[in-house]
C-alpha cells in the first residue's frame, strides 16, 4: 500500500489518480469498481474484454477533477467497437478543453449496478485533525449540501449517527418502494475509512464519490485521494 504513496511522493506528485486511489482504498477493505488504466485505444478494448462489458470509460488525468463536466465519463459501453469510440472522444475531448493538461489515459472498469450514490469524504481541521463527512452524493452533493461530520477516529456509533443524521436518510431507507439500502455495508466503510486515515498521514484529503449504496452492498465507483 505504502508503494503506491512513495512512488507518488518520489515523483513530486501529490494527487493520485482514479486508480491509484482505489487501490489503496481496496487495501484498506472498501469494494470499488474493477478500474485499470489504458494507455491506448487498443488497451482499452482489451481490458475491456477482460473485465467483461458493459463497462465505463474515464479520462485519467490529474488536472480533471470534475470528468464528467467536460465528457470524460462514457457509461454503459457494451461492446468492443463503443470502447474504442468512447477512448477516442474522451482524448479528443480532453484535448479540446483542456489542452494543456497532463493526461495518463483511460480507465476501463465494469459498469456498477445502480444504487443510491452517497459521498465518503476526508479532510483536515487544522484543530482537530482528519474529518470524516457522509452524506448524499453524485451530482447532487453541491446542491443538497446534505451531509454529515465526526472527527478521526469514529466508533460504530458515530459512523451510524452520521448515516442516519442526513436529511435523505429516508433514501437510504428505501423511500416509497425503492431497494433499501445496506446501513451495515455504509457503516463498516465509514469504520475502514477512519482506521485507514488514521494510520496513514500522508493523506491530505480523500473524496469517494460516488459510493453506490445498495441492499447487497456497497461500491466506490469514483475516487480521489490527495497527499500531503
Ligand atoms: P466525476 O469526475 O465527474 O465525478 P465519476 O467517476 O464520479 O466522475 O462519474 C460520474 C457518474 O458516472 C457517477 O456519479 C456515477 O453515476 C456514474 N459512474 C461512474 N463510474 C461508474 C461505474 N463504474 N459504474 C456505473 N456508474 C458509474
Ligand atoms: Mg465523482
Same mark, same amino acid.
Given at each position: 500500500?505504502?508503494?503506491?504513496?512513495?512512488?507518488a511522493?518520489? &515523483?513530486? #506528485?501529490?494527487?493520485?489518480n482514479?486508480?491509484? &486511489? =482505489?487501490?489503496?482504498? =481496496?487495501?484498506?477493505g472498501?469494494s470499488?469498481?474493477?478500474?485499470?488504466l489504458?494507455?491506448?485505444?487498443?488497451?482499452?478494448?482489451?481490458?475491456?474484454?477482460?473485465i467483461?462489458?458493459p463497462?465505463?470509460?474515464?479520462?485519467?488525468?490529474?488536472?480533471?477533477?470534475?470528468?464528467?463536466?467536460? +465528457? !470524460?465519463v462514457?457509461?454503459g459501453? /457494451?461492446?468492443?467497437?463503443?470502447?474504442? =469510440?468512447?477512448?477516442d472522444?474522451?482524448?479528443?475531448?480532453?484535448?479540446?478543453k483542456?489542452?494543456?493538461? =497532463?493526461?495518463?489515459?483511460?480507465?476501463?472498469?465494469?459498469?456498477?449496478?445502480?444504487?443510491?450514490e452517497?459521498?465518503?469524504?476526508m &479532510?483536515?481541521?487544522?484543530?482537530? +485533525?482528519?474529518?470524516?463527512?457522509? /452524506?448524499? !452524493?453524485?451530482?447532487l452533493?453541491e446542491?443538497? *449540501?446534505d451531509?454529515?461530520? #465526526?472527527?478521526?477516529?469514529?466508533?460504530?456509533?458515530d459512523?451510524?449517527?452520521m448515516?442516519?443524521e442526513?436529511?435523505?436518510?429516508?433514501?437510504?431507507?428505501?423511500? #416509497? /418502494? &425503492?431497494?433499501?439500502? %445496506?446501513?451495515?455495508a455504509l457503516?463498516?466503510?465509514?469504520?475502514?475509512?477512519?482506521a485507514?486515515?488514521?494510520?496513514?498521514?500522508?493523506? *491530505?484529503?480523500?473524496?469517494?464519490?460516488?459510493?453506490?449504496a445498495?441492499?447487497? %452492498?456497497?461500491?466506490?465507483?469514483?475516487?480521489r485521494?490527495?497527499?500531503e
Amino acid at each position: 500500500m505504502l508503494t503506491i504513496i512513495e512512488n507518488a511522493q518520489n &515523483s513530486g #506528485r501529490k494527487y493520485l489518480n482514479e486508480i491509484e &486511489s =482505489k487501490q489503496l482504498l =481496496k487495501e484498506a477493505g472498501v469494494s470499488t469498481s474493477d478500474t485499470r488504466l489504458a494507455t491506448s485505444r487498443a488497451e482499452a478494448i482489451a481490458l475491456a474484454r477482460d473485465i467483461g462489458f458493459p463497462v465505463v470509460l474515464k479520462i485519467v488525468s490529474q488536472d480533471i477533477v470534475h470528468k464528467s463536466d467536460i +465528457g !470524460g465519463v462514457k457509461l454503459g459501453l /457494451g461492446n468492443a467497437a463503443a470502447v474504442g =469510440k468512447a477512448y477516442d472522444e474522451i482524448m479528443g475531448v480532453t484535448k479540446a478543453k483542456q489542452p494543456s493538461s =497532463k493526461i495518463d489515459g483511460a480507465s476501463v472498469q465494469n459498469m456498477a449496478k445502480p444504487g443510491v450514490e452517497v459521498i465518503i469524504g476526508m &479532510s483536515k481541521d487544522p484543530q482537530f +485533525g482528519p474529518v470524516l463527512m457522509f /452524506g448524499i !452524493g453524485g451530482i447532487l452533493v453541491e446542491l443538497l *449540501k446534505d451531509v454529515s461530520f #465526526r472527527v478521526v477516529p469514529i466508533t460504530q456509533r458515530d459512523a451510524r449517527d452520521m448515516i442516519k443524521e442526513i436529511k435523505s436518510f429516508p433514501l437510504l431507507e428505501g423511500y #416509497r /418502494g &425503492s431497494e433499501p439500502a %445496506n446501513i451495515k455495508a455504509l457503516e463498516d466503510i465509514l469504520l475502514k475509512i477512519s482506521a485507514f486515515v488514521a494510520k496513514t498521514p500522508e493523506i *491530505k484529503e480523500m473524496d469517494i464519490n460516488p459510493i453506490f449504496a445498495r441492499w447487497d %452492498n456497497a461500491i466506490a465507483v469514483d475516487a480521489r485521494i490527495i497527499l500531503e
